[in-house]
């Protein structure tokens, strides 16, 4: 029920992952960035809990291909989940277990992988990974276009639900944490979380200096900010 990309940019070592689902609130249980590691991804039948694991076993100095073979050699249930990681240095690691749901697939490109489930065609990661690599814009934008076109490529099975963008940077938090996470209208939670994206965007910065140097922050612009 989910279609999602994992990525990092060389130049800024952001990290990021963007998902859509027919599923309610999908963001909040399947995806996860850790500044300077990297971002990955557990969905189908999901554990929340794979999640963060891979992120862990990632700053030991595994390789994604040596850590996914770890997990999926000890982990309970694994033939349930479908996962993907990359780490900063864009190597890449995706798996899907025998019950993965309806139509299923992954793919890797450079500095990204994507996977699906429950899937129109078996053709919309690998159409995920194509916009992701050949857009010409910042990080966050590459992500978006990528979940644009796996929706454009056939998407879900079913309608869309809601969707998400997470990004790391330098900090602990992450700078980008945008969802929606239920949109009534079939199909149109990707556009709400474009145009959610529209307003953070040029605000994004003013929080991260509010962060880290709260002395230099621009005004708040709301009543009662003297």
């Not at 279609?3 to 952001?14: D, H, N």
Request: proline share 6%.
């Amino acid at each position: 029920m989910t279609f999602s990309l994992i990525a990092v940019c060389p130049t800024t070592k952001r990290v990021g992952t963007v998902v859509t689902s027919s599923s309610i609130c999908v963001a909040s249980r399947c995806s996860f960035v850790a500044a300077g590691v990297g971002a990955a991804q557990s969905q189908n039948i999901t554990d929340p809990d794979l999640g963060p694991q891979m992120l862990t076993m990632a700053k030991s100095g595994l390789s994604p291909k040596e850590l996914m073979a770890k997990i999926v050699a000890d982990t309970p249930n694994i033939q349930w989940r479908q996962l993907g990681l990359v780490n900063l240095d864009g190597k890449t690691a995706v798996f899907s277990g025998d019950e993965s749901l309806g139509i299923h697939a992954t793919a890797e490109g450079t500095n990204c992988a994507a996977m699906g489930n429950m899937l129109e065609s078996t053709a919309i990661p690998q159409a995920m990974i194509s916009a992701f690599e050949q857009t010409q814009a910042e990080f966050p934008e590459r992500l978006l276009a990528a979940l644009e076109a796996g929706l454009a490529a056939g998407g879900e099975a079913g309608p869309i639900h809601s969707a998400g963008i997470k990004v790391a940077a330098n900090a602990n938090w992450p700078v980008i944490d945008l969802r929606v996470d239920w949109e009534d209208e079939p199909d149109q939670a990707i556009s709400k979380l474009r145009d959610t994206w529209n307003v953070y965007h040029p605000q994004m910065q003013a929080y991260i200096t509010r962060a880290v140097d709260p002395a230099e922050s621009e005004s708040y612009g709301v009543p009662g900010d003297l």
